[in-house]
């Protein structure tokens, strides 16, 4: 899942949401 891949680095998976990036949860 997507949170695995950025939970390491929430300021590029916070990038990627205002980039309009949908993930599922």
Partial sequence: ???KL???N???Y???L???FNFEF
């Fill in 18 to 20: 205002e980039k309009g």
């Fill in 6 to 8: 950025y939970q390491f």
């Fill in 1 to 3: 899942r997507a949170a």
């Fill in 10 to 12: 929430p300021e590029t």
């Fill in 14 to 16: 916070q990038q990627l």
